[in-house]
């Protein structure tokens, strides 16, 4: 397996000119963190929100086997000369007397947490999530830009242990770019209470840009910089050099001396390769054209920062743009039987590397914050209406103690990634299935999501009103005892639902044997037997540990090895050195086998295979 990394490092100093990766980070957690990716985030004022109140969604989009675990760390008071763990080589970040409890949804891979991942809702209603801008101009390599190793990951942490609102998340973010520098070549944060929402899109280095997103206005923004004047909106902060800095770099020149009206942020710093590509216009493009209800060009129109719909944005609004495909647009791809819309040429909103999709109904009362959650790709999964200030719920997963799992976020953990008995891994494995009969099932599938979302929307009008009277009453833990009955009852209905489905809709096959998996001495090839019940094309076969991004992972079938053994049974080969990608270490994993039958009718099956060293 070190031969194999060593390998794949070498394949990543090409791509991404990166030539010195620490022992314990993996090539898949490189390209997580510095590639970019798919995120998208909508944020829609208090003035056009349909419940009065801010509302942030953002789809997750991350590469590889990684795994998301949920938790509530606790307030916690701390001795002093105690520093935040950092990734190698990043500053070591005093932590403060005490801190605020807060909602932590992790990301994994086989290695470390993910920097660039995570999102938080604090005791205090402070939410913040972030979108990869893609490459800026900075130079990542000039030390100078940094103290100590500048910071990354513990901005989001600091936000969340400290911010008492979005406003002061804001200003934290502000000092923290300003004392240690940003480390990564650029990203922007979002942070938001239920009265207001911030966004700040930092360059590598001290110098950002940000603003207080008007109450009337939405924002929407994939993995490019969204901003381009210093009086986009009212009320903007920005470096003090932010202008000269770009004047000096030659990457600004105001057509008149001394007259910056003319700067845009996003032309000045985004990297020629990252400005304009298509992924990331298309996504902005569309998300608008669905919030605002009408065409928009951006030839003509451009890509504002913000902008106002003709009438409010509700929850199902925000669903649409998450989950959306462009379907009945001219970028919406075609697709048959065994494929999906995730695996095309045009990279969509929800895609194949969408691991979790999240809409924060931002309360006043902040224990009453929804957290409506879809546990994977937003298309194949419902949102669920749950609540985790008051407590989460282990059906999904559960961590044993999240405030030593935060210390320990950075930092090698065996078995992360490993197949588990949770809530969370039998969604993962219904989507997976779906992936393969999605033009088949999709419609089926719709109409069950919309039928759960129905009772869900009314089910949580109901609780938070139930809770709201108790808490009048001054019967808070009765409140919040509801409110975590209620949300374990959403997660079991909705799992026993989607089994339901999967036993009643998908076209199922039997893995009658598998083989473990030595990771030393792989068999080659490894054969698959299952029982299916029409003749498989062996072309159509695939095979593969359960990514993210399934599809464009999975191993084909090696040509002239399907055996029809009679009743009903076959056997295929497929090369092992692709379905082991992104094993790392012995455990169990889910494997997905997809096809076509003669009869042109796609078909799923799963199984759990051991790997040994």
Sequence with gaps: MRKRLSCLLALLVMITGT????????????????????????????????????????????????????????????????????????AAIPQVESTFGYYWSQVRDANRGFSGADIFLNENGVCIVSNNNAESKENILDESRLTDGGIEYNVRRIVAERATSARDALNIIIELVEEWGYAPSGRAYTVADSEEAFMI?????????????????????????TFHGINDVEEMYYSEDLISHAIEMNWYKPAVEGDYSDFDFALAYQDSDSYGTPYNVLRQKYAMEILLDQSWDVDTMGLPYAFKPESTISLEDMIEVLSTHYEGT??????????????????????GSTIEATIFDLAETPVLTTAWTAFGRPCQLPFLPLHPLAGTVDEIDQMENPAKEMEE????????????????????????????????????????????????????????????????DGKEQEALDAIAQADRETVSSTLAALEKHADEEFRLVEISEVLPFSLSMPPIPYTVTFACDAKPVESELLFGMGFTNVRLKY??????????????????????????????????????????????????????IPFTE
């Design 555 to 608: 191993a084909p079938a090696l040509a002239d090895t399907l055996k029809d053994f009679g009743n009903g049974l076959y056997s295929v080969d497929f090369d092992p050195f692709i379905m082991m990608d992104s094993a790392a270490y012995p455990g169990e994993f889910e494997f997905i086998l997809g096809g076509k039958t003669e009869d042109g009718q796609a078909f799923a099956g799963m199984a759990v």
């Design 19 to 90: 030539c010195v990766v620490p022992d314990a980070v993996s090539a898949a957690q490189v390209l997580a963190d510095e590639l970019p990716l798919n995120c998208m985030t909508i944020v829609v004022g208090k003035d056009v929100s349909a419940t009065g109140r801010v509302m942030v969604g953002h789809n997750e989009d991350d590469i590889g086997r990684c795994v998301v675990r949920h938790g509530y760390v606790e307030a916690a008071e701390w001795p002093e000369g105690t520093v935040l763990p950092a990734e190698t080589g990043r």
């Design 409 to 472: 976020h950075l930092t090698y953990r065996d078995q992360a990634t490993v197949y588990s008995q949770n809530g969370w891994q039998t969604m993962r494995d219904f989507e997976n299935l779906h992936e393969m009969l999605y033009s088949e099932e999709i419609e089926k599938l719709t109409e069950l999501k919309n039928t759960l979302h129905e009772t869900y929307t009314t089910d949580n009008a109901e609780l938070i009103s139930q809770a709201e009277a108790l808490m009048d």
């Design 201 to 225: 899109q930092i360059a590598s280095g001290r110098r950002y840009i940000a603003a207080r997103i008007p109450d009337d206005m939405v924002v929407a923004i994939p993995n490019h910089y």
């Design 330 to 351: 001219e970028h919406e791809d075609s697709f048959g039987p065994g494929a999906s819309p995730h695996d095309t040429s045009t990279r969509k909103i929800c895609t």
